[in-house]
């Protein structure tokens, strides 16, 4: 059996796992990311990057590379009740050096880190391959044990970053269970052509019974349809052509192409789960990003949240893993940093779900916006506060370790 020898094993090669392999390997620290597809290209994840990500681009020296790929820019977004446009967000006022927020395909930012990370020797990525258990020793992990390709391999490592997503089984094989939080919705998701003439901003439209999300994906609407918890087996029950239907109603510039939505196949059910690990370390293992805390697509600040505690963990790790003496009170300061956030985003995400979200999909009857998204239209200042909290989210990182010469 193939062996490898490195400091630090990544499972998983999200934008955790790519942006932890890349700080790392930047502060000339041995990264092994381990990724079990051969590509980025997967299913609708997110297209979010947030300002406080594309600050960190600059931070990086990335700016001029990172503009250079194609993507669409959003400065604002609303709310959209019986054709009334309301607005929530402004990213223009945030204290950020980037007040907006960029659209671009998951797949090409985490290609973009991918070939960032490869400029340093230390950077390994291992595609197609599945780390499927942990190695211990003496009571602690020591490396992971993976199928790739070739076969059976193992990879010896000081610690083992595990960024393997909301269904980690690396987690699962540390013991650690997830505290699981209930989530009233589920979304729906599906594509349909994006046309000239169609309404320029992201938005959330609100009717009754129904919220439909338009994400602006330059040629196509990313469209989220929100239902309540389980409510798609009755939507599907009721046929295709009354999806369709429901649609249009919602969005009347969609309703000329609905017919697009050719079967149920090419509508995807996003079943919502919003949990945290109370523990996210053992010793030689941490999670962080899903792995450690799945999000609610409440604000899509799920990617931001998983690159933010990359940052935190290369701020803080760096120093004991190249000096060898890492303990697992360093992996604890990780998770002490980056819990606040998380138990912050999380309780407001709730707060959103149950408030507005439910609230909005029980009402059977034409209804007024709701308070929240009137204040925010009213009164403009207000409107920096949820631009911060998707934008920016609770105590953003720098990266503080210079890049090792
Ligand atoms: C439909 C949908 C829409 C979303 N929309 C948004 C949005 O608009 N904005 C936003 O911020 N967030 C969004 N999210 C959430 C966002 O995708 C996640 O929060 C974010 O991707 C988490 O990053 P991560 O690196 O922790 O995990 P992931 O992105 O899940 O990455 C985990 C990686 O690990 C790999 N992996 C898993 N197991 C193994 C293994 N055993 N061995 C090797 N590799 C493994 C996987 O292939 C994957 O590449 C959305 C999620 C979904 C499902």
Request: aromatic letters at 6%; hydrophobic letters at 45%.
């Amino acid at each position: 059996m193939d062996t490898v020898t490195t400091r630090l094993c990544v499972v998983g090669g999200g934008p955790a796992g790519m942006m932890a392999g890349l700080l790392f390997a930047r502060a000339g620290i041995a990264v092994t990311v381990l990724e079990k597809h051969a590509d980025f290209l997967r299913d609708f994840r997110g297209d979010t990057i947030h300002p406080s990500t594309l600050d960190l681009m600059d931070e990086l020296g990335f700016s001029e590379r990172f503009r250079a790929l194609p993507q669409r820019r959003v400065e604002t977004f609303s709310g959209v009740v019986a054709g009334r446009s309301y607005r929530v967000a402004d990213f223009s006022r945030l204290p950020t050096r980037n007040r907006f927020l960029s659209f671009m395909p998951q797949w090409d930012f985490l290609d973009f880190l991918a070939r960032e990370a490869g400029q340093y020797p230390e950077f390994r990525l291992i595609r197609r391959t599945e780390a499927r258990g942990l190695i211990e020793a003496d009571g602690r992990v020591v490396g992971v044990r993976a199928e790739g390709p070739d076969g059976p391999l193992e990879i010896r490592s000081d610690l083992v970053l595990c960024a393997d997503g909301r269904h980690s089984l690396m987690r699962a094989q540390a013991g650690f269970a997830p505290r699981t939080f209930g989530a009233p919705i589920d979304v729906m998701w599906f594509r349909l052509p994006r046309r000239d003439g169609d309404p320029e901003a992201a938005a959330g439209r609100f009717g009754p019974g129904r919220i439909l999300i338009t994400l602006d994906r330059g040629d196509t609407w990313q469209c989220a349809y929100v239902v309540p918890k389980g409510g798609d087996t009755a939507i599907r029950a009721k046929g295709l052509p009354a999806f369709r239907a429901a649609v249009g109603e919602i969005a009347p510039f969609l309703a000329d192409r609905t017919g697009e939505i050719a079967d149920w196949d090419a509508v995807k059910l996003l079943t919502v789960t919003v949990d945290r690990l109370e523990r996210w370390h053992r010793p030689g293992l941490l999670c962080i990003g899903d792995a450690a805390h799945a999000m609610s697509p409440v604000g899509g600040v799920g990617i931001n949240l998983a690159i933010q505690d990359a940052v935190a963990a290369a701020n803080i790790l760096v120093e004991p893993l190249r000096a060898g003496r890492l303990a697992e009170a360093d992996l604890a300061r990780v998770q002490a940093r980056r819990m606040f956030p998380v138990r912050v985003t999380q309780g407001l995400q709730r707060v959103i779900q149950s408030r507005v979200i439910a609230a909005s999909l029980e009402a059977d009857a034409p209804f007024r916006a709701p308070l929240a998204l009137r204040m925010l239209d009213r009164l403009p200042m207000l409107q920096a506060l949820p631009a911060r909290m998707i934008g920016m989210g609770v105590r953003p990182e720098h990266v503080r370790m210079p890049a090792r010469a």
